[in-house]
C-alpha cells in the first residue's frame, strides 16, 4: 500500500480529535507497507501507531497516556496460511485484551475464508489489494464502533443463516407436541421409564415416539437427539 501525491495534502479529518489517545498496534513484520501504513494512520486519525513483530510484545509497547493496551490490532496476513490465520484467531478470541479490536491486513481471495472470518471475533478485514483510502476509511470506522467487512460476505453469512434457521423450523416444526416434549426429556437425561412417568405413557410408546423422533431429525440415536434438542429447542 502507498500513498498517492494528493494524500500527502490531505488534513487530518475532522473526528481525529476523538481518536487521538488511542492506540493502534500493527502487528506483523517491520515492512515499508507496514511502515507507511503506520504513518498514514497517525496523520490520518490521530491515533499513536506503533509496529511489533508479533502479538507477544504487545504489552510490553509503550502506549499514549491514559491507555494501557492498544485499542486497534492490525494483523498482517501476508505470510500465514488459512490454517494457521484461524488457528491464531481462536486462541485470540480467549487471549485478547478486554477492549482491544482485532482488524486484518492483506487477506488473499484466493483463501476462501470470509465465512470464518465473519463468523469470528474480529471486526473486519481487508484483502491484499484494497486500496490505501479503504484501509484507512475502514480503520477509521472501526475506531469508532463499526465493524469492516466486504458486502458480499456479509451478504453470504446472512442468507446462510437465513438457510439454517429454515431448516431447523422446518425440523422442529415436524415434531408432535408430545414428541418435543419427550426429546426436551431426553436432553436432560431422562430414562424412557422417568419420561413414561412423567408424561403417564407407556414406555413402548415412548419408544414408538424417539423411533420417529430419530427419523424426522435425522439422528441415529438417543444421544444426538439430546445434542440436536439443546440446540434447537
Known sequence: MSASPSDSQHHQPKDSAILSGKAVCIVGRSTVHNEALAFCLERETGAKCVL????????????????????????????????????????????????????????????????????????????????????????????????WFPRKAMTDCILEGRDRAGALRKHSGALTPRQVEIVALVAVGATNDEIADRLRISPHTVKTHLYQVFKKINVPNRMQAALWAAKNL
Open 52 to 147: 511489533v513483530e508479533d502479538t507477544g510484545n504487545i504489552l510490553s509497547t509503550d502506549y499514549p497516556q491514559p491507555a494501557t493496551l492498544p485499542t486497534l490490532m492490525l494483523w498482517d496476513c501476508r505470510e500465514k496460511t488459512p490454517k494457521s490465520l484461524l488457528e491464531e484467531l481462536r486462541l485470540c478470541a480467549v487471549q485478547q485484551p478486554s477492549g482491544c479490536k482485532v482488524l486484518l491486513l492483506n487477506v488473499s481471495r484466493l483463501w476462501g475464508i470470509e465465512r470464518q472470518l465473519v463468523q469470528s471475533s474480529i471486526s473486519g478485514f481487508f484483502y491484499r489489494e484494497d486500496p490505501l483510502r479503504m484501509v484507512l476509511n475502514g480503520i477509521r470506522a472501526v475506531l469508532n464502533g463499526e465493524l
